[in-house]
């Protein structure tokens, strides 16, 4: 069985990040989505409310193919979190030149620490505008979310930024 992480710190999930895990389903045996505390991000959301909204996400989706993802906090070093689970690839998802910039260096690190390798794969150009950053600007400003993330990441959100909800 070919085990591989989409990691990533998820804060929150969007629509593309559900699309790169929904391909990296169709390739591989077993993936898990590493959520991930990125110490170069300030987080809005708490690493249990984002790998629940994961969760949640997957479960609703009514894919089947998604149903057999797992979701799993990595503790530490993503070469650490491969090795204890197995898995012998990190999957990323690419939107543009600038996402392989900043993925590369960690990419060839990763394989330089493990031997895990990195797979990248082209985001689907209807989420190429779409990160994580601009989704929470977004909320701060009162804008709507709903077609960006999945069903309720707009309430997470609302709630850790002290909003009241939608409609209220």
Same mark, same amino acid.
């Given at each position: 069985?070919?085990?591989?992480?989409?990691?990533?710190?998820?804060?929150?999930?969007?629509?593309?990040?559900?699309?790169?895990?929904?391909?990296?389903? +169709?390739?591989?045996?077993?993936?898990?989505?590493?959520?991930? &505390? %990125?110490?170069? &991000?300030?987080?809005?959301?708490?690493?249990?409310?984002? !790998?629940?909204?994961?969760?949640?996400?997957?479960?609703?989706?009514?894919?089947?193919?998604?149903?057999?993802?797992?979701?799993?906090?990595?503790?530490?070093?993503?070469?650490?979190?491969?090795?204890?689970?197995?898995?012998?690839?990190?999957? &990323?998802?690419? /939107?543009?030149?600038?996402?392989?910039?900043?993925? #590369?260096?960690?990419?060839?690190? %990763?394989?330089?620490?493990?031997?895990?390798? +990195?797979?990248?794969?082209?985001?689907? #150009?209807?989420? !190429?505008?779409?990160?994580?950053?601009?989704? &929470?600007?977004?909320? /701060?400003?009162?804008?709507?979310?709903?077609?960006?993330?999945?069903?309720?990441?707009?309430?997470?959100? /609302?709630?850790?930024?002290? #909003?009241?909800?939608?409609?209220?």
């Amino acid at each position: 069985m070919t085990t591989v992480v989409c990691p990533g710190s998820f804060d929150p999930i969007t629509l593309g990040h559900l699309d790169v895990v929904r391909r990296a389903a +169709t390739m591989f045996d077993d993936v898990v989505v590493g959520v991930a &505390k %990125n110490p170069g &991000k300030s987080g809005l959301l708490d690493l249990e409310t984002r !790998a629940g909204l994961v969760r949640a996400a997957l479960e609703s989706s009514g894919e089947p193919g998604l149903a057999r993802v797992r979701v799993a906090v990595v503790p530490g070093l993503l070469v650490d979190f491969c090795r204890e689970i197995g898995a012998v690839g990190v999957v &990323k998802g690419l /939107r543009g030149g600038g996402d392989f910039d900043a993925e #590369q260096p960690m990419a060839l690190m %990763n394989r330089h620490l493990s031997g895990v390798e +990195t797979i990248f794969l082209p985001g689907d #150009q209807r989420y !190429a505008h779409v990160a994580s950053s601009l989704v &929470k600007d977004i909320v /701060r400003h009162g804008g709507p979310v709903d077609d960006l993330v999945p069903a309720g990441v707009p309430e997470a959100l /609302r709630s850790a930024l002290g #909003q009241p909800a939608a409609g209220s």
